[in-house]
């Protein structure tokens, strides 16, 4: 048992007064390589990392559940019946519950009709879930995959659903996509669900092949560092909308399906027929697929310390075509290049979060220190910098 066990035990017996019938827990994720590729049907690279959300849960016997989360005041309790009421959120409108329920409760909503799930789902039990995080909130590290992860691998299994992975993977995006109002794609929860120790998951989104490819950051010597630059983002508005939008556009112009049935050698003519933006946000998208292409095959040929010019060129690409870094992350991504980082990117949505850093081992402290004097010398706000190694993906903890 984590802390984080403890602290949502906790919170479950002081809402219930008994014990959980069960802890389950998923993680957040990095993404090594492969940004807005995911809702193009494009290729991933992401892993789990350490920080874990955890669900304590138990059966009630008036169909009812409660949602209680050590980040919320107050418990949110709806009955069963009611959340075909609820959900899903009309585009562009905040759901009819608290956000933070509405992720919890959407993974109820989506799992009661997932396909492929048991009938006994209709008739499962009411709940008490007591939720508590050591994902930060906001930093591009999937704080959402990993409550959708941890409760629906405990819906799974108190209400007999059967469903594998992938299928629970699902169940979370559509919570996240109907429930919550985000138009993301499927990586996080997929990274969430599938993550392993010491490996990335390289995640065809189409057909949502995942294999496990080896990293060994810690064997080469050197360290993964998160640089969460407190630039708080959402993606249930504006900026991930309107990207994902440009990319339909670009698509139908090209027409085909999505932009992972255009390759590098088609970009001169997806150039001539469309505008400079759409272009632009086209290009990104098609590289970065080639970029994860390259970057598993660098991978399992030469080893991580060879993959930091594929990191800076995808941070490029981020800044300058698909235009969704941010000051901050620039400045991250820039210090800790200046300092020696091997390759340095941002990672997740954009808009704000956070940056990733391949380093030397024992360049952990002078980049880190590099990263907070440019931070404070451009007077923003202090980042958070903190390692992280690839992690196991959701369990049941007790
Ligand atoms: C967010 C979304 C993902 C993905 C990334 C960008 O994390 O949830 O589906 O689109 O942004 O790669």
Redesign the pocket.
Known sequence: MTTTDDAATALFTELTGCAPAGVWSAPGRV?LI??????NDGF?LPFAIPHRTVAAVGPRDDRRIRVASTFADEPVEVAIDELAELFPTPTGKAPAVPEWAAYPLGVAWALRQAEGASDAVITGAGLDIAIASDVPVGA?L?SS?AIEGATASALNELWEAGLDRIALARVGRRA?NEAVG?P?????QMASMLGEPDAAIFLDCRSLDANLVPVGIAEAGLAILVMDTRVKHA?STGG?GERRAACERGAAIMGVPSLRDVSVDDLPRAEELMDDVTFRRVRHVVTENQRVLDTVRVLREEGARAIGDLLVASHASMRDDFEISVPELDTAVEAALAAGAIGARMT???FGGAAIALIEQDAVQHVTDAVNAAFAASSFTAPVIFTVTPSAGAHRDA
């Open positions: 993404n492969g940004e807005h590729t995911d809702y991933v591009g999937s995959a996240e985000a993301t794609g499927i990586m996080d993606h991930y997740g949505g954009g």
